[in-house]
């Protein structure tokens, strides 16, 4: 049974709905498994949240499930012997967001989640560290790393 009437489903899911399928998409790449992929994180919301203390705490729960939620799919067998890429253009209106996304997309995951969440949800480096129970430290270097990473391939790709 759900914890909620259907209208304030709606208003969590025009509140979250965009975060969440573009977080998805980071992860998974393409359209199809990151609707599976929110729809899943929805419906974890609607029958198996916990009691949230507020709206920031219910932000962080559904960032964390929707990133674990892709983990599993990015490690199931269907998902290891397919290999797709949407043209991820169609979600961001500037070019050159679309051609950074793609190449975030191809981060290793532990520095994809960090980049995106600080970058493009304008979360701050306590506030990730808080989601995803790890240290501040653990998160800077993740951050470190990753835009190390990103330069290098931005760069090879004439982004400068």
């Known amino acids: 049974m759900p914890q909620w009437s259907s209208d304030n489903f709606s208003v969590k899911y025009t509140m979250y709905g965009n975060m969440v399928f573009r977080?998805?998409?980071?992860?998974?790449?393409?359209?199809?498994?990151?609707?599976?992929?929110?729809?899943?994180a929805f419906y974890k919301l609607l029958y198996k949240s916990p009691k949230f203390n507020d709206e920031g705490h219910e932000k962080a729960w559904l960032i964390k499930i929707t990133v674990n939620l892709c983990r599993d799919i990015l490690r199931s067998v269907w998902h290891k012997r397919v290999v797709k890429m949407d043209d991820i253009e169609q979600y961001y209106n500037d070019p050159t967001d679309s051609s950074v996304m793609k190449e975030i997309i191809n981060l290793p995951a532990k520095f994809k989640s960090v980049i995106y969440l600080y970058y493009y949800e304008d979360y701050s480096i306590k506030q990730i560290a808080e989601i995803?129970?790890?240290?501040?430290?653990?998160?800077?270097?993740?951050?470190?790393?990753?835009?190390?990473?990103?330069?290098i391939e931005l760069k090879g790709n004439d982004y400068e």
């Open 23 to 40: 977080i998805a998409m980071v992860h998974l790449g393409n359209k199809e498994d990151s609707e599976e992929a929110m729809q899943e």
């Open 132 to 151: 995803f129970k790890t240290k501040e430290s653990a998160i800077k270097m993740r951050l470190h790393r990753g835009r190390q990473l990103l330069k």
